[in-house]
């Protein structure tokens, strides 16, 4: 760790419940849980070895600026985990720089399986589904739609979680159905409509259009649905710039574009790299870059 990065947290006060592609998650007691978002950075589900310095930072206050707008001071369209309480309480005072501005204490939940994945505009891997058989993950669209095109209406498109390092994967509605039962499917697939619909509003204000973005839910011991996780970072969204957006194009956004671009070119052993690990190591440049869009992202959307 530097002064401006973490790649990988190391709390010794705590218990570690698991490391995922950005966060370490540690216990707290047995109701709570610490989430540490460190600077790591994955790429096609390969995680980087260089992180991208204050992104966790940015990441963690993204995500609360979103569970503020969207709980009950704002929208209150679904309970989330957030406790309230300080997360540098919970540490020793030797480890509170590891943890500062990148952290959240939130209540341990009983994460559902399913992913909750909302597109209101067409593209990624739902463009190149939708050359194929004009639908996305199940869900017919009208013919004609372009690369980028905004969908009539916003449209559900659930994935099965995976383990860390394997690609989440594509299901239908009635698949999750099977998964959670078809009230608990339900209420998830309203809800994160509802919750997509009011914050692409919100960011469409700052110039910010939200393309996709992906929502995580949990239990807690009552069997409230919860929305857990992060919410509505680069990391899980698709962010762009309204004055640069055309339909028909791929739009630049504020995420990690510019480490997928490298990779798609780079080459290890004098062979173009295969998408597993180890990745090649990142160019300096690269991860300025990288970091520039989350911080543009940021500043946009809070100003």
């Known amino acids: 760790m530097t002064d401006s990065s973490l790649h990988t947290s190391?709390?010794?006060?705590?218990?570690?419940?698991?490391?995922?592609?950005?966060?370490?998650?540690?216990?707290?007691?047995d109701d709570r849980i610490l989430m540490v978002a460190s600077d790591r950075l994955s790429a096609f589900d390969v995680i980087?070895?260089?992180?991208?310095?204050?992104?966790?930072?940015?990441l963690t206050q993204m995500a609360l600026f979103w569970f503020d707008k969207l709980g009950p001071r704002g929208a209150n369209l679904c309970p989330n985990h957030l406790t309230g309480e300080a997360p540098e309480n919970v540490v020793t005072p030797a480890e509170v720089p590891q943890i500062e501005g990148r952290s959240m204490l939130v209540k341990r939940l009983k994460p559902l399986p399913v992913e909750a994945v909302v597109r209101g505009y067409l593209a990624g891997s739902g463009w190149k589904e939708y050359q194929n058989n004009g639908a996305v993950c199940g869900v017919l669209l009208?013919?004609?739609?372009?690369?980028?095109?905004?969908?009539?209406?916003?449209?559900?498109?659930p994935a099965a979680k995976a383990s860390v390092?394997?690609?989440?994967?594509?299901?239908t509605f009635e698949r999750t159905v099977e998964m959670v039962g078809l009230d608990l499917a339900t209420r998830m697939r309203d809800i994160s409509i509802a919750i997509y619909k009011t914050a692409a509003a919100i960011a469409l204000q700052k110039g910010i259009i939200i393309a996709d973005t992906k929502f995580e839910f949990g239990l807690d011991n009552d069997g409230t649905l919860t929305l857990m996780d992060e919410v509505l970072t680069p990391d899980s969204s698709r962010f762009w710039p309204q004055e640069s957006y055309a339909e028909g194009t791929n739009p630049p956004s504020?995420?990690?574009?510019?480490?997928?671009?490298?990779?798609?070119?780079?080459?290890?052993?004098?062979?173009?790299?295969n998408k597993t690990p180890p990745a090649p190591r990142v160019p300096n440049e690269v991860i300025a870059k990288t970091a520039a869009k989350y911080q543009e992202a940021l500043a946009r959307l809070t100003a």
Do not use: C
């Open 10 to 29: 190391t709390l010794g006060s705590l218990t570690l419940l698991a490391r995922g592609k950005v966060r370490d998650n540690y216990a707290v007691g």
């Open 48 to 58: 980087m070895g260089e992180p991208i310095p204050g992104k966790g930072k940015l």
């Open 142 to 157: 009208p013919a004609g739609l372009k690369n980028a095109s905004k969908l009539p209406e916003p449209i559900y498109t």
């Open 165 to 171: 390092g394997d690609h989440d994967e594509n299901i």
């Open 254 to 273: 504020y995420d990690k574009q510019f480490v997928r671009d490298w990779l798609e070119q780079a080459r290890v052993d004098g062979r173009p790299w």
